[in-house]
């Protein structure tokens, strides 16, 4: 039995979410599969996002689910010179004008086609249209040059078994939807999909929870909540809204540095992030650190760009409201960054707090206490 799912250009925003619900189409691979994708989509002219080559995209796409797969992974193989073809035993990824006799219109990206037997895929193979221009880029898309990574991730998401939510009367903020926008990686709802194909994601990962050990939660809540007066009444700042609450901040910032600190890098942890948001649990670590007397976080650009992906997420995919706070958003990050900094190099919680204060007001970066 085949199906095939095909994958729109369509340039409008996406929609405002609802209720969150994925579509499964019904069959999924076996507990335990390797689901081998093998790469044979030719050379690459440069690509922007510093690929060298179409696989690299393709195993980067692989890689946004495979954080979150449970109890499968996929694994993508460079495999050129081999013929492709329909119900081989091999799941291939091709360029082609049309996907076993069905003919790609021009505005259709890419299809996948699969089979399945008793209610488990079998083979699944993704066509993408030889007839567009394609790239491997992030953010927002181009017109006429089309990114390979964010497509092969939509289609991927077809070989798991996953549907198109929008074509099921669903207004959802997803990468599974049938129309591509600026959405350029999963969402909690593409998440929750996979979650309930396979289970935890957190099950069957080897690497550690991670060995930089974070201070208890609720001694940074505190410090959140004394840099709320801080805000208000020290500095007289005016009240903003965030779509993000103090709690989900001070939650997830610490998440994120705690990835970022067992060695996984900006996206990895974002994407980890998401799945503990999402229900998946903790996900592994990326490593463990390298010995060293003093923790080095990363740049601040970065733990703003984790903030920012948060109130994305909280806004788009949680679909929350806006709720009050005087600290702005970028000061909200970069202060628990600076009181969780000094909190795991010795210092103490109100050594910490005595020292961001200094900090804000003025005195410049303080000594660790180590
Ligand atoms: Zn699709």
């Not at 805000?231 to 001070?250: H, I, K, N, Q, W």
């Amino acid at each position: 039995m085949k199906h095939r799912l095909l994958l729109t250009i369509a340039m409008a925003a996406l929609a405002v979410p609802a209720a969150r619900s994925y579509y499964l189409n019904g069959p999924s691979w076996p507990a335990g599969s390797v689901i081998s994708m093998h790469v044979q989509l030719g050379p690459s002219p440069r690509l922007a996002d510093g690929c060298l080559d179409w696989a690299c995209s393709a195993a980067a796409a692989a890689e946004l689910w495979n954080v979150a797969l449970g109890r499968v992974r996929l694994r993508t193989v460079q495999d050129e010179g081999v013929a492709q073809g329909r119900q081989n035993g091999r799941n291939d990824m091709f360029f082609a004008s049309n996907a076993y006799g069905y003919a790609l219109e021009s505005t259709t990206l890419a299809v996948t086609t699969w089979w399945q037997r008793l209610g488990r895929i079998t083979e699944a193979d993704i066509t993408f249209n030889s007839a567009l221009q394609w790239d491997s880029y992030r953010g927002d898309i181009e017109r006429r040059l089309h990114d390979l990574r964010r497509v092969a991730a939509h289609e991927m998401g077809h070989v798991l078994g996953l549907g198109h939510p929008d074509e099921q009367g669903q207004t959802v903020h997803a990468l599974m939807n049938s129309k591509i926008g600026n959405l350029d990686t999963l969402t909690v709802d593409d998440i929750q999909g996979v979650l309930a194909l396979y289970g935890l994601s957190g099950a069957g990962v080897a690497e550690p929870i991670g060995t930089v050990a974070f201070p208890p939660r609720d001694e940074t809540f505190e410090f959140r909540a004394w840099l709320e007066t801080k805000y208000r009444d020290a500095l007289g700042r005016p009240a903003t809204l965030s779509y993000t609450d103090v709690e989900g901040s001070v939650v997830w910032v610490q998440e994120y540095l705690r990835y970022r600190l067992n060695a996984c890098g900006h996206e990895g942890a974002v994407g980890r992030v998401r799945i503990q948001i999402a229900g998946g649990g903790i996900v592994g670590a990326c490593g463990t650190p390298k010995p060293g007397s003093v923790i080095v976080f990363p740049s601040r650009d970065e733990t703003h760009a984790f903030r920012r992906a948060l109130e994305a997420i909280y806004r788009d995919d949680l679909g929350r409201a806006a709720v009050k706070t005087y600290v702005d958003a970028e000061g909200d990050v970069v202060w628990i960054q600076e009181y969780l900094r000094y909190r795991l190099n010795g210092c103490t919680h109100a050594q910490s707090v005595e020292k961001v204060g200094r900090q804000i007001d003025g005195f410049g970066v303080q000594p660790v206490c180590r």
